[in-house]
């Protein structure tokens, strides 16, 4: 050991040492509770992310369902103002008929 050679040092060096692998030691930590914090977030991210899309995926189907409800509707009244007309159109024809 380079600096642990000298015998009036030596205690200094094996305390520094210490101390050098304790930082090492919470360094891997630290990076490895950083790590886990980054992973919580892009999760929830993507949770966020997947609610989001089920909504618009919810409104979309709505959006379906109601034009499809006023479709059938807007036909209903188109065919009940065509028999009326028709209804009144053969009236008439009678009418001048006769």
Do not use: P
């Amino acid at each position: 050991m380079f600096c642990c050679d000298n015998k009036k040092n030596k205690m200094a060096c094996y305390e520094g040492m210490i101390a050098g692998g304790i930082i090492v030691v919470a360094s891997i930590f630290a990076i490895k509770i950083f790590k886990k914090m980054k992973c919580r977030k892009i999760e929830k991210n993507i949770q966020e992310f997947e609610i989001q899309e089920r909504k618009l995926r919810d409104q979309e189907e709505y959006n379906k369902t109601s034009e499809n409800d006023e479709d059938i509707e807007l036909k209903e009244k188109v065919d009940e103002f065509n028999s009326r007309r028709l209804t009144k159109e053969n009236e008439s024809r009678d009418n001048h008929m006769d």
